[in-house]
């Protein structure tokens, strides 16, 4: 089903882009959780990680080397949190599968 990250991928509701390519697009959070807080999206709508299956192997690979991309232009390559909450009892609110990429703040373990 789509999610308001279809919306946003096809330009029809705004967001903060910082990144694009053919397989994803990033944009800053709307309630961000740190100085950094950018979502790293797939354009193909999977709605949750577990969806994955071989064939997107390389796609998910694209999204954390999309990441490193990302957090060095950013200025964080150094030290930045990658979070992707499967499902929601992981949190999952919107079911377009995402990378939170978060920077620029003491980060604690175990994350909450
Ligand atoms: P989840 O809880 O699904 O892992 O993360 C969803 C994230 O999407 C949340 O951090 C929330 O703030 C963000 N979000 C929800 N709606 C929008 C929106 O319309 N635009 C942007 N930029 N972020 C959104």
């Given at each position: 089903?789509?999610t308001?990250?279809?919306?946003?991928?096809?330009?029809?509701?705004?967001?903060?882009?910082?990144?694009e390519d053919d397989?994803?697009?990033?944009?800053?959070?709307?309630?961000?959780?740190?100085?950094?807080?950018?979502?790293?999206?797939p354009?193909?709508?999977?709605?949750?990680?577990?969806?994955?299956?071989?064939?997107?192997?390389?796609l998910?690979g694209?999204l954390m080397?999309?990441a490193?991309?990302?957090a060095?232009?950013e200025g964080?390559?150094?030290?930045?949190?990658?979070?992707?909450?499967n499902?929601?009892?992981?949190g999952?609110?919107?079911?377009?599968?995402h990378?939170?990429?978060?920077?620029?703040?003491?980060?604690?373990?175990?994350p909450?």
């Amino acid at each position: 089903m789509a999610t308001i990250f279809t919306k946003i991928i096809n330009k029809e509701i705004p967001a903060d882009i910082v990144y694009e390519d053919d397989l994803c697009l990033a944009f800053r959070d709307i309630n961000p959780q740190a100085p950094v807080h950018i979502l790293i999206i797939p354009k193909k709508p999977l709605s949750i990680l577990n969806d994955a299956e071989i064939e997107d192997q390389q796609l998910l690979g694209h999204l954390m080397l999309a990441a490193i991309k990302i957090a060095d232009k950013e200025g964080v390559a150094d030290a930045f949190r990658l979070v992707l909450n499967n499902g929601a009892g992981a949190g999952q609110e919107i079911f377009h599968m995402h990378f939170h990429l978060l920077a620029g703040r003491p980060f604690s373990w175990p994350p909450g």
